[in-house]
T-cell receptor
Framework: GNSVTQMEGPVTLSEEAFLTINCTYT??????LFWYVQYPGEGLQLLLK?????DKGSNKGFEATYRKETTSFHLEKGSVQVSDSAVYFC????????????FGTGTSLTVIP | EAGVAQSPRYKIIEKRQSVAFWCNPI?????LYWYQQILGQGPKLLIQ????????DSQLPKDRFSAERLKGVDSTLKIQPAKLEDSAVYLC?????????????FGPGTRLTVL
């Protein structure tokens, strides 16, 4: 079946530190992969996506590369800011299941000045 | 462009009571989703509509949950009767069409507390 495994949180970093949030997946078809972000009190927003192997999604300084060989889609940012404090969700959508999304459990990030 | 609208934002009820949530998707979005997000977990799909038809409701607890999208625009999710374990945030999302690569746009959610 389809599933997403995300690294446990919470994660606390100092401003300008390097961020990695690990995400691995299991899929029966040919998935698209997504990172969504949820800021306090707000709904989920798409951060970036990749629709095929070796694609790199990027937005707001965040990057993630679709690695089929390791079934991974790790989120990275070179220098985090306080405003990046949020919960980050990795998700997949699989060709075999229409547009149903499977979400990870979320990783809470707090960036301290 | 207006986003996905949901109401109410918060609801507190006692177990065995009924509750209904409303969602208005982004204009022109044919696909509408309802998710349940329990604290500390990722969203779990309850039901997916394509226009006014149900595409997937395999994870909807049909003995107590129901949803409709009669005119293919806004949608209502109902719980009757509610149980303690239904306490969660109920998220509505929409997308242009049910393609696997399409972005889903989420509303702010309704936080339900069942006492």
């Amino acid at each position: 079946g389809n599933s997403v495994t995300q690294m446990e949180g919470p994660v606390t970093l100092s401003e300008e530190a390097f961020l990695t949030i690990n995400c691995t997946y299991t899929a029966t078809g040919y998935p698209s992969l997504f990172w969504y972000v949820q800021y306090p009190g707000e709904g989920l927003q798409l951060l970036l996506k990749a629709t095929k192997a070796d694609d790199k999604g990027s937005n707001k300084g965040f990057e993630a590369t679709y690695r089929k060989e390791t079934t991974s889609f790790h989120l990275e940012k070179g220098s985090v800011q306080v405003s990046d404090s949020a919960v980050y969700f990795c998700a997949l959508s699989d060709t075999s299941t229409g547009n149903q999304f499977y979400f990870g459990t979320g990783t809470s990030l707090t960036v301290i000045p | 462009e207006a986003g996905v609208a949901q109401s109410p934002r918060y609801k507190i009820i006692e177990k065995r009571q009924s509750v209904a949530f409303w969602c208005n998707p982004i204009s022109g979005h044919a696909t509408l989703y309802w998710y349940q997000q329990i604290l500390g977990q990722g969203p779990k799909l309850l039901i997916q509509f394509q226009n006014n038809g149900v595409v997937d409701d395999s994870q909807l607890p049909k003995d107590r949950f129901s949803a409709e999208r009669l005119k293919g625009v806004d949608s209502t999710l109902k719980i009757q009767p509610a149980k303690l374990e239904d306490s969660a945030v109920y998220l509505c999302a929409s997308s242009l069409a049910g393609q696997f690569y399409n972005e889903q746009f989420f509303g702010p959610g309704t936080r339900l507390t069942v006492l």
